[in-house]
Each structure stands twice: as C-alpha cells, then as structure tokens.
C-alpha cells in the first residue's frame, strides 16, 4: 500500500487542495502465486491515517508498507478491532544510507548500506520460487545478516548523534525493526513495496500532464481509470485496445449484471510482454 499527492481545484479560491491517491497492490509473481496481479487506486481529500483506516476497513492479514506513520493507526487494535500486521520495507532503510553516503565520507552509512544490499543478493536468487522454498532461504542464508546487522544497528547508534542525518536514519531502521523481520517468517512476504512504488510512479509523473483534477468526483473517476490503466500493464495488456474494446461492449448494450467479464484480468487481447 502507497500513496501519493492528487492535487484537486478548490473551487472558488483559484488554488488547489490537496488530495491523495490510495494504491493497494498485488503481485504474487515472485512467489510463483498463480492469482493475477491487481491495483486498486482510491482516491481522499487528505493523507491521514484515518483514510488508510477507512479503505482498508474489514481486511485482516500483512499490509507491506513503508515508514509513514499513518499507517500506525492501521495495528491500533482498540480502533478498527482487526488484526492487521505492517510488513516494513528494506528499500527506504537502504534509501537513507546510501543519500548519506552519497553526500560525503561516511564508512558507516556505507556499510549498512552494503548489509542491506547483501539482503537484496539472496532475494534475487529466490525470486519466483515458492513461498516454503523462499522462505527456508532466508532463514539459513538471510536470518544471520538481519541478527548480525541488529547487534551492529544497536552498537552504531549508541556513537552517532540522534540528531544527525546518520542518527536519524539509523533511528528510523530501529523504529520498524520489528516490521522489517516480517519477511523472514513468510515467504509471500516481499523484502519491500517497490511493486506499489512502481504502480504509483506514472500518477506522480501524470501530475505535470493534468496538473490536478477539477472537482473531488473527477478525481475519483480519475482513480478509477487509474484502476483499470495499471491492472492493464500490471497484466500485459495493452490499456487503449482493452479501453476500447471495454467502452464499445458497454455502448452495444454489455449488461452490468456481467460487468465482471470486462475486467482486465478477463481481458483476452493480451500482448507478449
């Protein structure tokens, strides 16, 4: 789960708003899962956890997201009654280390940094295996890195400022700790969310193209076309012919009672890619 900045006009006031797309994503592929893969983007006028909360009212199971602390509001239990467990993501730990690293000498930055990278080296290799097979590779080859590197997390940030740009990425390795080990008791489980960060990039970069939506109800429909665009290439599919082919069954009387038939995953114009 991610999200990013959906900008809405404000009507009246001549400026915009903010707003957000929400994307929940799916892909079992790299644990040879046979479902096909999915995202659904929703759009809310804000980013506050109590969004993340409404959306994702009624599931139960791992969410795999990044550091934002909205997400808290997701495993309070008292709130929402519902178990719900937030699997960290390794890419933003490495992420501050190697903007550390890349500003100057910084030996210790540099090798959390390479730590982590090692991580990234078994995933590689058990990528597309299934979920046991994965599994039973990181707890013999990847589990002794993660316990080796907590002894060096606990060790390093007892020398560095707490207010210091290493201090504070090392801080935020130690805050999603716990998160960050989720990977190694599922094989399902993905070292990080980099597949929604994927998914989420083309609506970031649309921002200069449409520059924001005009009113709350075109974002929505605009979260909805979003749904369908990304499932298309998420599937390989080509999004205009299947929009084409989805718009001209509806105009020739397509009933909703079978509106399932025209989802992308029942698509059959798929390409080779």
Aim: charged letters at 25%; aromatic letters at 8%; one cysteine or more.
């Amino acid at each position: 789960m991610d999200e990013t900045r959906a900008p809405v006009l404000d009507p009246g006031s001549r400026k915009t708003k903010p707003g957000y797309f929400w994307a929940l994503a799916r892909d079992d592929r790299p644990w040879g899962g046979g479902a096909p893969p999915r995202v659904a983007f929703t759009y809310a006028p804000g980013r506050g956890g109590i969004h993340a909360e409404r959306i994702l009212q009624g599931f139960t199971g791992i969410r795999q997201v990044d550091g934002y602390a909205g997400y808290n509001r997701l495993i309070a239990s008292d709130r929402i009654g519902q178990d719900i467990r937030l699997a960290y993501c390794w890419a933003h730990a490495r992420r501050k280390l190697v903007e550390i690293a890349r500003n100057g000498i910084a030996p210790i930055a540099e090798d959390g940094a390479k730590r982590i990278g090692e991580l990234y080296r078994i995933e590689a290799e058990l990528r597309g295996l299934d979920p046991d097979t994965r599994l039973a590779g990181r707890q013999e080859r990847s589990a002794p890195l993660v316990t080796d590197m907590h002894t060096w997390l606990v060790h390093r940030r007892a020398g560095v400022s707490s207010k210091s740009p290493l201090g504070e990425a090392l801080a935020y390795i130690a805050k999603y700790w716990d998160g960050l080990m989720l990977f190694l008791i599922d094989g399902r489980i993905e070292i990080d969310n980099n597949s929604v960060e994927r998914i989420i990039r083309p609506k970031a970069l649309n921002r200069k193209n449409a520059l924001f939506a005009g009113h709350d109800t075109g974002a929505e429909n605009w979260a909805i076309i979003a749904s369908l665009i990304e499932a298309c290439k998420l599937n390989a599919i080509d999004p205009l012919a299947y929009l084409t082919a989805t718009l001209t069954a509806i105009v020739n009387g397509h009933r909703q009672s079978r509106i399932d038939e025209l989802l992308p995953r029942n698509y059959s114009g798929r390409t080779n890619g």
